[in-house]
């Protein structure tokens, strides 16, 4: 009768000591190479945080985050965020299935494959007991100095590049639209028969080096009160070419004169002892007819006035 309260004692004080084991936070510190492996045990039911140094979703990126879990029935990556991925995050959860009659001599493993930012992970996955001392609630990927600079500049170095890409979009977005306003523009020009004014004004203006031009102001367009031409040819009467750099107006009813905004189409170099034709196009109906017009050349070889 002793005996058997013997053998009953000690498994008492068995299965005491087993259901008191205390499990606490415990954390594994990894250094992230390009090629990364280890162990880990992972107790059913009691889960292991993989905590990484950058966002999983980041786009920068590259190559993206990939993950795979050949041995699914036992073991889940538990990816924090949205129901199909992850969303701002740089934890992952790795979780073992609860088995019934699990046999701590018979453990099941998985090989669990993770792929982020140029980084290989393999990671031996065991499912373990409650006592078991291999178990981490927390794994730390940790990167060099070196290695974490390069990782900031790479991330620069994308945003960047994703920056310039966003820039150029815009910038095709504009030019299209701009298309877009120039062909309603034509339309207005082509749909309405102008009013001309006609100016037949002509002068000689003397630039340095003794260099000449001659000004031949010919008409004025009006396009339905919206667009206004003036029309003018210009003659280097000179042996050597001019740099035209622009063309500047001012009109008014009376002086003195104000500045009129424009575009001018003319050729930025004009040929010696050749005559081309110019406009300057506005929205501002001061271009089509007024009491006092001046016209600037701005040239290479000096800027030459006018007024009429």
Not at 3 to 24: M, N, P, Q, R, W
Not at 100 to 113: E, G, L, R, T, V
Not at 119 to 144: E, G, M, Q, R
Request: net charge negative; hydrophobic share 40%.
């Amino acid at each position: 009768m002793m005996k058997i309260k013997g053998v009953i004692f000690i498994v008492f004080v068995l299965l005491l000591s087993t259901s008191s084991y205390a499990i606490e936070p415990k954390y594994k510190d990894v250094p992230l190479k390009e090629r990364t492996k280890f162990t880990l045990d992972i107790i059913p039911g009691m889960p292991t945080r993989l905590v990484f140094p950058f966002k999983l979703d980041d786009d920068a990126n590259d190559p993206a985050f990939k993950v795979s879990v050949p041995n699914s029935n036992i073991f889940k990556i538990e990816e924090s965020g949205r129901e199909n991925g992850i969303n701002g995050q740089n934890t992952l959860i790795i979780k073992a299935e609860l088995v019934q009659d699990f046999d701590p001599n018979k453990p099941q493993y998985a090989a669990i494959f993770v792929s982020i930012n140029g980084y290989h992970i393999t990671i031996i996955a065991k499912a373990a007991s409650l006592t078991s001392k291999k178990y981490y609630t927390d794994v730390f990927f940790n990167l060099s100095e070196d290695d974490r600079e390069y990782l900031i500049a790479k991330q620069v170095d994308k945003r960047i590049e994703k920056m310039k890409q966003v820039y150029k979009e815009k910038e095709d977005d504009l030019e299209k639209q701009a298309k877009t306003e120039a062909i309603k523009h034509v339309s207005i020009i082509a749909l309405n028969e102008p009013d001309i004014y006609r100016i037949k004004e002509s002068f000689m203006v003397e630039l340095q080096n003794e260099q000449r031009l001659e000004l031949y102001i010919k008409e004025a367009f009006n396009y339905a009160d919206h667009y206004y031409v003036l029309s003018f040819e210009l003659e280097n009467r000179g042996n050597s070419d001019i740099k035209l750099s622009g063309v500047d107006i001012k009109g008014s009813e009376e002086k003195p004169a104000v500045p009129i905004n424009t575009s001018l189409n003319c050729p930025s170099v004009l040929k010696a002892r050749e005559a081309v034709m110019c406009a300057l196009v506005s929205e501002d109906r001061k271009l089509y007819k007024n009491e006092v017009m001046n016209i600037s050349l701005v040239t290479d070889v000096g800027v030459g006035v006018v007024e009429w």
